[in-house]
């Protein structure tokens, strides 16, 4: 089975500064990998995903994320933060089984707190 | 485009008590999920469904049953609440496209449901 872990339980980073959150997962073959946010009392909202192709994906609100398959890593950066990318951020990753059903699999999410 | 509803937002029980979530989604998609988030844990799969008149178990499924008689909605229910089941529960739909096996799910806004 998938899994996925988010180190980082919580970050704070100065508005304006670069931002990178981690996520390693656990797959055996080639994985679809998300990043989702969730602002407080929201639901999820999906920043980009990576399912093949150019490892380098791009995503809304100016966030972007590299696959890495010899590391086993799925890293979201931003290269300047601002006051409202304060939210919780979960990396996901989906996968099929061998009876062909889909799963989606959630880190357990970092925080980022953004310091005027 | 309303996507992903989920029916009731807020809900207070008592142990014991029984009652079912809704989810209705209008986008045709096949695959449906309950999660449920708790602090620190992220979120985790209840149940799934890969079509209508299927369901499977998660990673948590004890207390809970579902039901996917129509493609559109996806029922969770608790048959005796219990205070453990204090959580906020998240409802998703996804597609998987056949042609480029491109995948995304989309969110509910969340249920807050106490158990008292």
């Known amino acids: 089975a998938q899994s996925v872990t988010q180190p980082d339980i919580h970050i704070t980073v100065s508005e304006g500064a670069s931002l990178e959150l981690r996520c390693n997962y656990s797959?055996?073959?080639?994985?679809?990998l998300f990043w989702y946010v969730q602002s407080p009392g929201q639901g999820l909202q999906l920043l980009l995903k990576y399912f093949s192709g150019d490892t380098l994906v791009q995503g809304i609100k100016g966030f972007e994320a590299e696959f890495k398959r010899s590391q086993s890593s799925f890293n979201l950066r931003k290269p300047s933060v601002h006051w409202s990318d304060a939210a919780e951020y979960f990396c996901?990753?989906?996968?099929?089984?061998?009876?062909?059903?889909?799963?989606?699999?959630f880190g357990k999410g970092t925080k980022l707190s953004v310091i005027p | 485009n309303a996507g992903v509803t989920q029916t009731p937002k807020f809900r207070v029980l008592k142990t014991g008590q029984s009652m079912t979530l809704l989810c209705a989604q209008d986008?045709?998609?096949?695959?449906m999920y309950w999660y449920r988030q708790d602090p620190g844990m992220g979120l985790r799969l209840i149940h799934y469904?890969?079509?209508?008149?299927?369901?499977a178990k998660g990673e948590v499924p004890d207390g809970y049953n579902v039901s996917r008689l129509k493609k559109q909605n996806f029922l969770l229910g608790l048959e005796s609440a219990a205070p453990s089941q204090t959580s906020v529960y998240f409802c998703?739909?996804?597609?998987?496209?056949?042609?480029?096996?491109?995948?995304?799910?989309?969110f509910g806004q969340g249920t807050r449901l106490t158990v008292v």
């Open positions: 998703a739909s996804s597609y998987i496209s056949g042609a480029t096996l491109s995948t995304e799910a989309f």
């Open positions: 986008m045709n998609h096949e695959y």
């Open positions: 797959y055996g073959a080639t994985p679809y």
């Open positions: 996901a990753v989906g996968a099929f089984s061998g009876a062909g059903s889909y799963q989606l699999t």
């Open positions: 469904s890969v079509g209508e008149g299927t369901t």
